[in-house]
């Protein structure tokens, strides 16, 4: 019997505030086969949060361990907190020929296409600027000095779509989850891979 191809990677990045969160929790309802990675992170847990199964909540010395010991896929800080990916259950699953889905900032993105290339990049852009800041505005989980401090990164991250495979456009949740979902069943047809 041949060996079954490892699975794909799929990484969702965007600005902050333009969906990302939401098309996860649409995708997450749907029964996939695709194996969505549950990061680390060093903010506190929202309401409704739950440790494993939104993110590991761990403190700053376990986050710098966890990157001293290798176990991180790629790690960034966003907001003035750390973030990152659990290389283990990543590479286990992609060796198991399931395809892994991460959702992560642009410079986590950046660190994951440089050591496995053939990843494919998938940009959330929102509708327009403008709509992006009353997004995250209306949310109403952040203080005004992290909203202020999100908007800064939303700017620099817009700039970087042009480094993605695949440009969604969340005008519309359920239709940008329509697409992902496409893309990643590979039925995609405007996917550049
Ligand atoms: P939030 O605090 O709103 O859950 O996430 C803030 C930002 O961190 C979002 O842009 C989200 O995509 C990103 N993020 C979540 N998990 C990871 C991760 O494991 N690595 C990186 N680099 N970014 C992440």
Redesign the pocket.
Known sequence: MPARPPGRLFV?????GVG??SVMAQLRHRDLPVWV?V???T?PP?AGERHGE??FFVDDDEFVRRIDAGEML???R??G?R???PRAAVQEHLDRGVPVL????????R?VKASMPEAHMVFLAPPSREELERRLIGRG?ETPEEIAA?LR?AEV?LAAEREFDTVIVNDDLPSATARLVDLILGQDPNARS
Do not use: D, N, V
Not at 12 to 16: A, R, V
């Open positions: 969702l990045s965007g600005p902050s990302k969160g990675s990061s680390c992170t903010r929202r939104h993110y790629e790690h960034a966003f907001a907190r973030y990152g990916t991460l959702e992560i900032e642009l410079a986590g993105a660190q989980t999100r990164q991250e």
